[in-house]
């Protein structure tokens, strides 16, 4: 049974930092290609990073780009997502997503999905 378990989410201030982790198993963590998607309340899922399976290519949002790093460690099966510089637009759930190894892109559909980790920017 796969499994993606998130944590890292909580309560920061704008301008503020955080690191998101994403523990899988169930699955070869090292030939899967992983993504963070986000979801604000009322609002659709939106994509925010991906990576690929060796950790070489990585893929962000324009929203994202410069200020979110996505990155994996193979030996723990685990994946980050290391926030800086939050904004007002940024709290939201947090999502990990795995699929098979493919091009990275924004839109590409993800196999398996973990439950969210929830982040909140005060200003």
């Known amino acids: 049974q796969v499994q993606l378990v998130e944590s890292g989410g909580g309560l920061v201030q704008a301008g503020g930092s955080l690191r998101l982790s994403c523990v899988a198993s169930?699955?070869?963590?090292?030939?899967?290609?992983m993504g963070w998607f986000r979801q604000a309340p009322g609002k659709k899922r939106e994509f925010v990073a991906a990576?690929?399976?060796?950790?070489?290519?990585?893929y962000y949002a324009d929203s994202v780009k410069g200020r979110f790093t996505i990155s994996r460690d193979s030996a723990k099966s685990t994946l980050y997502l290391q926030m800086s510089s939050l904004q007002a637009e940024d709290p939201a759930d947090y999502h990990c997503?795995?699929?098979?190894?493919?091009?990275?892109?924004?839109?590409?559909?993800?196999?398996?999905w973990g439950q969210g980790t929830k982040v909140t920017v005060s200003s």
């Open positions: 997503a795995a699929r098979s190894p493919g091009v990275l892109t924004a839109t590409t559909r993800y196999g398996y």
């Open positions: 169930g699955l070869n963590f090292r030939i899967n290609d």
């Open positions: 990576i690929n399976f060796s950790g070489r290519d990585t």
